[in-house]
């Protein structure tokens, strides 16, 4: 995955997300929301068969960048939290 970024102001940011579509995107952007110093967070995918999704975040307050840092962390605690669960339970069986 790359990430680029078209445009960063005190309050907004947009990024290109080249590699991912809507299963990434559509979690990211729920995990942003609920953030309550985030005001929008959106994506597009341009084109359907394209790999490349434009991330747009807006905030109430502070620094978007460190809003998408946040979301990021929250979403790898909770897939860290879901394999091992899931490894759990996969031993609970065997």
């Given amino acids: 995955m790359k ?4 445009k960063k102001t005190e309050r907004e940011l947009r990024v290109e997300i ?24 959106g994506y597009d995918v341009p084109h359907p068969l394209a790999t490349t999704a434009v991330m747009y975040i807006r905030m109430k307050r502070s620094d978007p960048a460190k809003a998408l840092e946040r979301a990021l962390k929250k979403i790898s605690e909770r897939s ?15």
Avoid: M, P, W, Y
């Fill in 18 to 41: 080249d590699g991912e579509g809507h299963t990434f995107c559509n979690l990211l952007q729920n995990v942003l929301l609920e953030d309550s110093a985030v005001e929008i967070a």
């Fill in 3 to 6: 990430v680029k970024t078209l």
């Fill in 80 to 94: 860290d939290e879901f394999l091992e669960r899931f490894q759990k339970a996969i031993g609970n069986l065997q």
